[in-house]
């Protein structure tokens, strides 16, 4: 079959295609507002406000001025990140090679989508990685080390950290992992200054999971947790998260490129709630894009010369930010 080019593998059909396919199930992804904008930055007006109590007045009487009790407005203007990767359709991928399940000989069609899956797995870890970068308010280039955007900075925030202290001996009238929990969470509350949230929940490493589960003091309240849960032994409870001390505790022990995502006696702190984590999509660097609403995900095709083949690319270009960095608390699990 003659492939009628570029019609049925253009910019459009392509980038239709690569967001049609179906999203890996990652944790963060929908906590995520995300938003399409057709330039390569976003510039936003950042001004933090005190909450000002308003006090009783008589009916008729001159209303209260807020005329500065408000904050002072500053502008900044970020840039998207670009994530690329690209394949190669060649005629070996096809020549001679069955289709698999079938006696049938394998289709360009089927060979496309298979490589476009493979790329749009990585994006999808990509971007779930830069998520978990957001709520620890630092996100990482995929080395784990190379800083791209330091949430904290880019705000004047200073990070808040909490510990959280675990006894070897339990005291009937004294609950110290509690009280830290209790701490953490005010700190939370108190750096919203009144904006509404839904929740708090946290993600923490393997060891700090062991220990607020294992624990004296908590280990009933995970039992009686576990047993109750309707679907017990279909999933993993480490990863639906645990709720205590009106906290959602989920443990992250993945590993990627070799680097955990969280380390194993830390935990990160944060709200969830509208308005509070936003990810903003930058267009494609191609012609056929330009000053377009971004999407979430590109995909193209070319041909190479004298019919050996398509270069395959798929990418996104996304900016991804907590709008409240000063409610971000980094936990650690430690021994009294």
Same mark, same amino acid.
């Given at each position: ?24 199930? %990652?944790? /963060?992804?929908?906590?995520? =507002?995300?938003?399409?904008? +057709? ?7 950042? @001004? $933090? ?46 020549q001679d090679v069955r289709a698999f399940g079938s006696t049938e000989p394998m289709t360009v069609e089927s060979v496309v989508n298979d ?13 779930e990685f830069h998520r978990l970068g957001a709520i620890k308010g630092i996100v990482l280039d995929a080395d784990g080390s190379t800083v791209l955007h330091n949430i904290f900075d880019t705000f004047g925030v200073t990070q808040t950290k909490q510990d %959280?202290? /675990?006894?070897?001996?339990? =005291?009937?009238?004294?609950? +110290? ?7 953490? @969470? $005010? ?150």
């Amino acid at each position: 079959m003659r492939l009628n080019w570029p019609d049925t593998f253009s910019v459009v059909e392509m980038t239709d295609a690569v967001n049609k396919l179906p999203l890996m199930p %990652l944790r /963060f992804g929908g906590m995520f =507002e995300t938003t399409g904008i +057709p330039t390569t930055h976003m510039a936003f007006d950042y @001004k $933090r406000g005190r909450i000002n109590l308003i006090p009783d007045s008589p009916r008729g009487s001159n209303p209260e001025y807020v005329t500065g009790k408000g904050g002072e407005r500053q502008v900044k203007v970020l840039s998207c990140t670009h994530l690329s990767q690209a394949d190669t359709l060649s005629p070996e991928d096809i020549q001679d090679v069955r289709a698999f399940g079938s006696t049938e000989p394998m289709t360009v069609e089927s060979v496309v989508n298979d490589k476009l899956s493979a790329l749009k797995r990585n994006l999808d870890m990509t971007l779930e990685f830069h998520r978990l970068g957001a709520i620890k308010g630092i996100v990482l280039d995929a080395d784990g080390s190379t800083v791209l955007h330091n949430i904290f900075d880019t705000f004047g925030v200073t990070q808040t950290k909490q510990d %959280l202290s /675990f006894p070897a001996a339990v =005291e009937a009238d004294k609950n +110290p992992i509690l009280s830290g929990i209790m701490a953490a @969470k $005010r700190k939370v509350e108190a750096a919203m200054g009144g904006n509404p949230f839904t929740g708090i929940s946290a993600v923490i490493g393997s060891n700090a999971y062991d220990k607020l589960t294992s624990h004296a003091l908590v280990r009933d309240a995970y039992n009686l947790w576990a047993a109750n849960q309707s679907n017990f032994g279909d999933n993993d409870y480490r990863r639906r998260g645990f709720p205590y001390g009106g906290i959602l505790w989920v443990e992250a022990s993945d590993v990627v490129g070799g680097r955990k995502l969280v380390d194993d006696d830390k935990g990160h702190l944060y709200p969830t709630g509208p308005g509070i984590w936003k990810m903003y999509h930058a267009p494609a660097d191609w012609i056929e894009t330009v000053n377009t609403r971004g999407l979430q995900f590109y995909a193209r095709m070319d041909p190479k010369d004298r019919g050996r083949g398509y270069d395959l690319e798929v990418q996104s270009n996304p900016l991804t930010l907590c709008m409240f960095p000063e409610a971000l608390v980094e936990l650690t699990f430690k021994a009294a």
